[in-house]
Nanobody
């Protein structure tokens, strides 16, 4: 069983930065296949960034996140980060971290992830 808890959300001005963290706990091995998703008001949940914690360390970013967001695992593998820079008016949402027990063909399909956190709210004001 894997338990995920997000934190780090808040309110920032346009152009500001936030660093979201996802604390990973539970029995067994730490998950290696993780992602961040977000869901804005009245919108579908969408993938933001994904990272596999293996030798290749592959990372994927949604087009809106590329160049502004950075996803990574912590050194002890019990935390998963999302550094968000240059936040824009389209970025407000509840941000969720998710974990999967196996590799998947499409990292931004939420159905592949068995474990989810409760979400952390991000607000961007002009």
């Amino acid at each position: 069983q894997v338990h995920l808890v997000e934190s780090g959300g808040g309110s920032v001005r346009t152009g500001g930065s936030l660093r979201l963290s996802c604390s990973i706990s539970g029995s067994g091995l730490r998950p290696k296949y993780m992602a961040w998703f977000r869901q804005g008001p009245g919108k579908e949940r969408e993938g933001v960034a994904a990272n596999w914690n293996d030798d290749d360390d592959p990372r994927w970013y949604a087009p809106f996140a590329r160049g502004r967001f950075i996803v990574s695992f912590g050194h002890t593998n019990d935390i998963f980060w999302l550094q968000m820079n240059d936040l824009k008016p389209d970025d407000p949402a509840t941000y969720y971290c998710a974990a999967a027990s196996a590799r998947m063909p499409s990292v931004f399909e939420s159905r592949h992830y068995e474990y989810w956190g409760q979400g952390t709210q991000v607000t961007v004001s002009s």
